[in-house]
């Protein structure tokens, strides 16, 4: 691997710019905010990011994260491997009960109606046809145990079983060569990623967990499960998916997260 020697920097004290840089941050860990998300992802490569920048004011470090933020998402880029499994467990080592998580309380979870749910599908496809439950679940399909890792310090393993997304995507006719998937949920999120990702062998579109129907809380019709990405960007509630080479953004990361979002 090619090392790249970084520059000096020219008439900023390092030391100081990175405590000032942490010490803002700080200040919001209680929020999932730019600056929290961003005190746990500075790399080595996030000083280099910082050189010629004066980090004095807020607008500054907004800027220098912003720097970081696309450095990472870069290098997570070129380090992702789509031949590389993630970890699997026996079932023995299952989190009962799996933890809820969203960005609302359990109470507010959606109730999708599953006799009217058609999955919509469009973008850079040659069939743009909406699915229903009864066509997805007649596909192939696969279970995991793997390890869903939030990027609030938690994790937790359990068993989902669905569609590999490769083959969903063969069906359709997507155009492999395009650089984003987006996804659009019933509960108002949505996120994207990228086609490595989406084509890695153990990213589903899951249908079941725990060898059940998707509960309500879980993502009821279907979530993307993705051992190979952080939490965030394993959307619940799927209702449209669509194909593009325009950067679509998410949640999470129109609010400063990182947009790769590697485990």
């Not at 999932?32 to 920048?53: D, E, H, Y």
């Not at 290098?75 to 609302?104: C, H």
Request: hydrophobic letters at 35%; charged letters at 20%.
């Amino acid at each position: 691997m090619k090392l790249f020697k970084r520059p000096p920097l020219i008439g900023v004290d390092s030391d100081a710019a990175l405590s000032e840089a942490r010490a803002l941050m700080a200040r919001h860990v209680t929020q999932p905010s730019r600056r929290a998300f961003m005190q746990r992802s500075l790399t080595m490569g996030g000083l280099s990011m910082l050189t010629g920048c004066s980090i004095s004011s807020n607008a500054d470090v907004e800027t220098a994260l912003s720097r970081i933020s696309r450095f990472n998402d870069t290098v997570q880029g070129w380090l992702f491997d789509p031949n590389k499994m993630a970890p699997t467990y026996p079932e023995s080592m299952i989190t009962r009960p799996f933890p809820f998580n969203a960005y609302y309380g359990e109470s507010e979870v959606r109730e999708v109606d599953e006799a009217s749910y058609k999955l919509e599908v469009t973008g850079m496809v040659a069939d743009k046809r909406s699915w229903t439950l009864p066509e997805l679940r007649a596909m192939a399909q696969q279970d995991q145990v793997t390890r869903h890792i939030c990027v609030e310090g938690w994790s937790a393993i359990g068993k989902w079983g669905g569609v590999p997304f490769s083959e969903f995507l063969r069906r359709i006719g997507a155009d492999t060569s395009a650089k984003y998937i987006g996804f659009k949920c019933a509960d108002d999120y949505y996120t994207s990623i990228d086609m490595p990702t989406a084509l890695h062998a153990q990213t589903l579109l899951a249908l079941t967990y725990g060898g059940q129907p998707l509960p309500p809380k879980y993502g009821f019709p279907m979530k993307l499960r993705m051992p190979t990405k952080l939490g965030y960007k394993n959307p619940k509630h799927i209702k449209a998916i669509f194909v593009t080479n325009t950067y679509p953004g998410g949640f999470w990361e129109d609010q400063g997260y990182n947009w790769f979002g590697g485990s």
